[in-house]
C-alpha cells in the first residue's frame, strides 16, 4: 500500500510511519516528491490495517498499490524518475544518444568509432564485451579484453560506458568498468541477474525482452528496484511479430504505454528494433516523437566488415546526419539534446 504523507508532515512523523511498517515486517519504499513524500509499503496487509496507519500523525491517506509493478508503477512514484550517468541526467529536459558497435571488436576499430560518434553527438558509448549471440558458433565478444578497451575509450572521449552483462558471477568485473549495465533482451527475464544488478548502485539498462509484454517488462525492472537499485532505464528495441521484413517490430506505442504506467525514463533502440540501415534515422525521429529520453544506436566504422549486426549499423557519416534530422524533433518538444560539459 501506498502511504501519502502531509505536505507538512515532519520527519519525525514519517519515521514513526516507517518504524512501524518494518516492525510489522513490511519492506518499506521511500519517494520524496517536491510536494510530498510517499511511502511505499509491501508486505502482510494482515498485519495492519490501512485505517490503523491513516491515523498516525502527518498521514494524509492510505490507498492500495493496484499495479503488480509496485515500485516501478507511477502510483508509489508519481513523478519522473531522473538517472544519473556520472554528469548526464537520463529522463530529464535532456535527450541522450548512446552510440557504438553492437560488439567491441578491436582496440582501434572502438576507439575510432567512439570517437566519431562523441563529435557527432552521442553522449554515451556502447559496445558488447560479452555478445548473447543465436549461434554458438558467431563471435562471442572479446570479454575481459573488451572492457579493458572500452575503459579506454571512456578515458580518451570522456563518454560513460554501456555494455551488457550475462552472468550474475560477473557483475563485479563488468561493473568496475561500465557506467551503465545493459540488460539485453534474451535475459529480461533472468530473474537471478535481474536481482545481482539489483544489488549494485550502478544505472541499469532493461531492454524489452523479444516477446515479453509490458507488463512483464515493468515486472522486470520491478525485481531490479525491490533489491534496492532505483536506477533504471527501459530500452524499447523491437518484438518479435509475424513480420519478417524488419527483423523485430519497434513498437512505439510501448514509449507512451510506459510512460503513462511507470515513471522510469525510456529510451528507444531503432537499430535492433528494424535490423535495417536505412529504417534507423525515421524510427530514432519517430521514437523521439512519441516522447522518449534518449536513443541506442549501432555505430561501425565499416558496416560490412563487422562481427555482429552489420546490416543494422550506421557508419559514423550516417550517424552524424541521423543526430542532425532529430534536433528539430527535440526542439518540437521543448526539449534538447544533451550534451557533455567536459
Ligand atoms: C545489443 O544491444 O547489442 C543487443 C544484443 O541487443 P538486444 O538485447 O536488444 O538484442
Ligand atoms: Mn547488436
Known sequence: MIIVMEPGATSEEQQAVIARLEREGFKVHLSRGIERT?????????????????????????????????????DFHP???????????????????????????????????????R??????LRGGAYKPRSSPYSFQGLAAKGLEFLAEAREVTGLPVVTEIMDPAL?????????????????????????AVGRTQKP??????????????????????TEGNSQVILCERGIR???????????????????????????????????????????ARAALAAGADGLMIEVHPNPQEALSDGPQSLTPEQFARLVQEIRPIIAASSRELGHLVS
Open 119 to 124: 563529435e557527432a553527438g552521442a553522449t554515451m
Open 204 to 225: 541499469v539498462l532493461l531492454k524489452r525482452g523479444l516477446s515479453a509484454t509490458i507488463e512483464e517488462w515493468l515486472l522486470a525492472a520491478e525485481y531490479i528496484l
Open 241 to 283: 511479430t509475424f513480420e519478417t521484413y524488419t527483423r523485430n517490430t519497434l513498437d512505439l506505442s510501448a514509449v507512451p504505454a510506459v510512460k503513462h504506467l511507470s515513471h522510469l525514463p525510456v529510451i528507444v533502440d531503432p537499430s535492433h528494433g528494424t535490423g535495417r540501415k536505412f529504417m534507423v534515422a525515421p524510427m
Open 38 to 74: 510517499i511511502i511505499g509499503a509491501i508486505g502482510d496487509k494482515t498485519r495492519l490495517r490501512a485505517e490503523t496507519l491513516a491515523a498516525l500523525p502527518g498521514v494524509e491517506k492510505v490507498v492500495p498499490i493496484l499495479q503488480p509493478y509496485k515500485l516501478a508503477g507511477r
Open 171 to 195: 557483475v563485479t568485473a563488468v561493473a568496475q568498468v561500465a557506467d551503465v549495465l545493459q540488460i539485453g533482451s534474451r535475459n529480461m527475464q533472468n530473474f537471478a541477474l535481474l536481482q
Open 79 to 117: 513523478e519522473d524518475t531522473l538517472v544519473p550517468v556520472g554528469e548526464l541526467t537520463i529522463g530529464g529536459h535532456q535527450v541522450h544518444i548512446i552510440a557504438g558497435p553492437c560488439a567491441v571488436e578491436s582496440r582501434e576499430q572502438l576507439l575510432e568509432t567512439a570517437m566519431a560518434v
